[in-house]
């Protein structure tokens, strides 16, 4: 058994310490289009658009600082521009082509049907897994999430 405070050589911290608490805020989404993404995510996938703002890259060119959010959550995406073919190279494939961001809703069919009727594209039809229903699409630059639901017994 470890002591408190101890640090873990494989973890690189302190095991057993006792932290403030602390939430994910924002993941980055790189993106082509700051419109038409915020038209995505608040349009097709019902987010609040919680920021839209001038801001400036590193080196004073304008750009906008863009934070969309599902409804009642405290974790949100910085939509963030694609700056140079590097950023442009990966838009859509952040995940390498994975499934790498999940969408957990209270009424999976209800979603789902809006999002349908929104032309938000599916790549998998709706089916029940163990954790609970699920149905993979693409979002506008072409990630892959999974949208979730609850279990139907």
């Known amino acids: ?3 408190p405070g101890l640090r873990d ?3 690189g911290c302190l095991v057993g310490r006792k932290v403030d608490p602390v939430h ?3 993941v ?3 993106v082509e289009d700051y419109d038409r993404a915020i038209d995505f995510f608040v349009v097709a996938l019902g987010f609040d658009l919680v920021e839209d703002s001038p801001a400036a890259t590193d080196d004073g060119r304008p750009k906008r600082w863009v934070v969309v959010r599902p409804p009642d959550s405290t974790t949100g995406l ?3 521009k694609a700056d140079g073919a590097v950023q442009a190279s990966v838009v859509g494939k952040q995940v390498a082509g994975r499934v790498g961001f999940y969408l957990r809703v ?3 069919d ?8 929104a032309g938000v594209e599916f790549v998998t039809e709706p089916r029940d897994e163990p954790y609970g ?3 993979v699409f693409c979002d506008i630059a072409g990630n892959r999430w999974d949208l979730l639901g609850p279990r139907l017994d």
């Open 78 to 80: 910085l939509l963030a």
């Open 106 to 108: 209270a009424d999976f």
């Open 1 to 3: 058994m470890r002591r």
């Open 9 to 11: 050589a494989r973890l």
């Open 110 to 117: 209800a979603s789902h049907q809006r999002m349908l009727t």
């Open 133 to 135: 229903r699920v149905a």
């Open 28 to 30: 980055a989404m790189v």
């Open 24 to 26: 994910l805020d924002l």
